[in-house]
């Protein structure tokens, strides 16, 4: 099982390469802005997850760079539990200045990303 896991996983990879959608290029001064934004961003995942590919190729059609952690690693795996409450990813980290929120669901962080960054 593992191993049918492992080469699905490293197909999704190489598919995600070979068909990397078109990153968003704006202009330096705007480019900048949405970077100081997305600094209060996080996404956990784990790099052959299809949710999480989902999501990057999402954050790159958009321009966003955002900080990805590997979930399965220690620390981000523990704080990813005690804090965003489930061993879930994609999870997106968003702080604001008084709260920090722990946004599951692929469809969900794309949704927020497009209606913010848009
Ligand atoms: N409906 C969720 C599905 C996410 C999902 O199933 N993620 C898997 C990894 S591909 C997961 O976190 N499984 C729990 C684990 O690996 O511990 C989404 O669209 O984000």
Redesign the pocket.
């Known amino acids: 099982m593992f191993i049918i896991r492992w080469i699905l996983g490293r197909i999704i990879l190489l598919l995600n390469v070979v068909f990397a959608p078109k990153k968003r290029h704006r202009p330096l001064a705007e480019q900048q802005k949405i970077d100081a934004q997305t600094q209060s961003l996080t996404l956990y995942q ?1 790099p052959a ?4 590919v ?2 990057r190729r999402a954050m790159r059609r958009q321009g966003l760079n955002i900080q990805t952690l590997d979930a399965k690693k220690s620390p981000h795996k523990d704080e990813l539990m005690a804090q965003g409450g489930k ?4 999870c997106l980290r968003i702080e604001a200045s008084d709260e920090v929120q722990w946004l ?4 969900d ?1 794309i949704r927020y990303l497009d209606q913010r960054f848009a």
Not at 49 to 52: A, G, L, R, S, V
Not at 87 to 90: A, K, R
Not at 104 to 107: F, L, M, P, R
Request: with cysteine; aromatic share 18%.
């Open positions: 784990y997850c299809p949710f999480c989902k999501v061993q879930q990813v994609p599951y669901e692929s469809k962080i």
